[in-house]
């Protein structure tokens, strides 16, 4: 445990994990982050945009950003993403990737990761003999 500044209030407190902010902030942004929700989910048939959430919540645009490439929030279609994939640049309304491209990324670290343990020679399979040895008495 080390202690540090929260990056909001500029107060001391102690630091455990996760983002850098005391409990009274963190508690503040959680309230936030319930109240963007159901703003969205009461508006979303109307169509709304992110900047409109913004003002009518009093949440930075670069907040609601960063709740939605954690997928902690997700914008119906009917309502203005305003993002886009990082790969393809098709429109989504939650994460960094559309669902086809996230699929994709997954199946080629899969691969990956297939391939590195196919590459790792066994214990048992090593032809040097050295084994360890146990003298009885």
């Not at 959680?30 to 003002?55: L, T």
């Not at 009093?58 to 907040?63: C, H, I, L, T, W």
């Not at 990737?97 to 990324?105: G, M």
């Not at 032809?127 to 009885?136: E, N, V």
């Amino acid at each position: 445990m080390e202690v540090k500044t929260c990056k909001k209030c500029r107060r001391l407190f102690h630091y455990l994990t996760g983002i850098e902010l005391c409990s009274d902030c963190k508690n503040m942004l959680e309230e936030k982050f319930q109240e963007v929700k159901e703003y969205i989910a009461e508006k979303e048939k109307g169509g709304i945009s992110i900047a409109q959430i913004s003002r009518e919540c009093e949440v930075p645009v670069s907040q609601i950003k960063e709740w939605l490439e954690e997928d902690r929030l997700e914008l119906a279609e009917r309502i203005c993403a305003e993002r886009v994939c990082e790969k393809c640049g098709q429109s989504i309304y939650e994460g960094s990737f559309c669902s086809l491209c996230k699929r994709e990324l997954l199946g080629q670290v899969g691969n990956a990761l297939r391939k590195e343990t196919r590459n790792i020679p066994s214990a048992r399979s090593s032809d040097s003999g050295q084994r360890m040895r146990f003298i009885r008495h």
